[in-house]
């Protein structure tokens, strides 16, 4: 499995193990460098979880200003990243650190799972229900955090959101009949949907009312606190979604571009409820967002 359906990961079969693989680094996007390691490394091995699989080894990429190589925090955004590794079960083989001016951290990730157990994207069905793990609103916090108007309460749950792994969810979804799964990430919970139903041929129907979001996401939506990235979202993926009556506003968190985001997971309606018991009972937020559905045009309908 390679590029052809924007999945992910790509794989590679050895015989009975199909080999996972893929690669993510970002620039800071918190102040303190520990808690940076830790997002960094949380949205790398994400794409493996979306896939299915395990994390097994893990190669750093650094990017670091010379200058500062003695300050301490290069160290501290290492260890953050290493905190996330070993709660995932993988080792650090090594890495490679080049000197830059803009610091840049992340990780190469290889997993295993079994050939007959990879999840795709594109394999969604009709009819399917859809289950996202973790709440939208990353990206807009962020942008309010820069200005200075995000709350207290806000930043600390974002924080929190972001450097949580997807391993619980991906362990619980292993039990149950998925059908296909994604990551929530740069594109928006929108865009990644439109990738699976791209990928899938296929449809959907969302439920915005039912979208969980963070503290205080409406308010600064309100305030205008919504990051480029969610603007650039909607315009390459506005061909994709049904005319409906939502207003922009109310399109921007499903828009907004998420950082170490959740599991959209797409499964048949009658598992969905057994699914979201055992995510909840393992402390996962999770909530039904919304269906496959075979629409002409396979478009994707937001509803209120």
């Given at each position: 499995?390679?590029?052809?359906?924007?999945?992910?990961?790509?794989?590679?079969?050895?015989?009975?193990?199909?080999?996972?693989?893929?690669?993510?680094?970002?620039?800071?996007?918190?102040?303190?460098?520990?808690?940076?390691?830790?997002?960094?490394?949380?949205?790398?091995?994400?794409?493996?979880?979306?896939?299915?699989?395990?994390?097994?080894?893990?190669?750093?990429?650094?990017?670091?200003?010379?200058?500062?190589?003695?300050?301490?925090?290069?160290?501290?955004?290492?260890?953050?990243?290493?905190?996330?590794?070993?709660?995932?079960?993988?080792?650090?083989?090594?890495?490679?650190?080049?000197?830059?001016?803009?610091?840049?951290?992340?990780?190469?990730?290889?997993?295993?799972?079994?050939?007959?157990?990879?999840?795709?994207?594109?394999?969604?069905?009709?009819?399917?229900?859809?289950?996202?793990?973790?709440?939208?609103?990353?990206?807009?916090?962020?942008?309010?955090?820069?200005?200075?108007?995000?709350?207290?309460?806000?930043?600390?749950?974002?924080?929190?959101?972001?450097?949580?792994?997807?391993?619980?969810?991906?362990?619980?979804?292993?039990?149950?009949?998925?059908?296909?799964?994604?990551?929530?990430?740069?594109?928006?919970?929108?865009?990644?949907?439109?990738?699976?139903?791209?990928?899938?041929?296929?449809?959907?129907?969302?439920?915005?009312?039912?979208?969980?979001?963070?503290?205080?996401?409406?308010?600064?939506?309100?305030?205008?606190?919504?990051?480029?990235?969610?603007?650039?979202?909607r315009e390459f993926y506005a061909c994709r979604l049904a005319e409906d009556s939502l207003t922009p506003e109310e399109l921007d968190l499903l828009f907004d571009p998420q950082t170490s985001g959740g599991l959209l997971i797409s499964l048949p309606e009658e598992a969905a409820e057994s699914?979201?018991?055992?995510?909840?009972?393992?402390?996962?937020?999770?909530?039904?967002?919304?269906?496959?559905?075979?629409?002409?045009?396979?478009?994707?309908?937001?509803?209120?």
């Amino acid at each position: 499995m390679g590029p052809e359906t924007s999945d992910d990961a790509g794989v590679y079969r050895l015989g009975n193990l199909a080999l996972v693989q893929t690669v993510d680094f970002f620039t800071p996007i918190v102040d303190d460098p520990y808690l940076f390691g830790q997002i960094a490394a949380a949205n790398a091995l994400s794409d493996i979880y979306a896939m299915g699989a395990r994390p097994l080894t893990v190669l750093n990429l650094v990017a670091f200003p010379l200058a500062q190589a003695a300050s301490g925090v290069l160290e501290q955004v290492l260890l953050g990243g290493a905190e996330k590794v070993a709660e995932a079960g993988a080792v650090i083989l090594g890495g490679h650190t080049i000197e830059d001016d803009e610091p840049k951290y992340g990780l190469a990730v290889t997993g295993v799972t079994d050939p007959d157990r990879v999840l795709t994207n594109a394999t969604a069905r009709p009819g399917d229900a859809l289950i996202l793990t973790k709440p939208l609103g990353t990206g807009i916090i962020a942008t309010a955090a820069k200005a200075g108007l995000a709350s207290e309460v806000a930043v600390l749950a974002m924080h929190e959101t972001m450097r949580a792994l997807n391993k619980p969810a991906a362990e619980v979804m292993a039990r149950h009949p998925v059908n296909a799964c994604t990551d929530i990430t740069g594109f928006g919970f929108l865009g990644h949907l439109s990738e699976m139903t791209a990928a899938s041929h296929l449809g959907a129907v969302v439920f915005a009312g039912q979208i969980p979001a963070l503290p205080t996401v409406a308010e600064l939506i309100a305030m205008g606190m919504v990051p480029a990235g969610a603007y650039h979202n909607r315009e390459f993926y506005a061909c994709r979604l049904a005319e409906d009556s939502l207003t922009p506003e109310e399109l921007d968190l499903l828009f907004d571009p998420q950082t170490s985001g959740g599991l959209l997971i797409s499964l048949p309606e009658e598992a969905a409820e057994s699914l979201l018991h055992d995510l909840q009972g393992a402390g996962v937020a999770a909530a039904w967002v919304g269906r496959m559905a075979d629409h002409p045009g396979k478009k994707i309908q937001v509803r209120r």
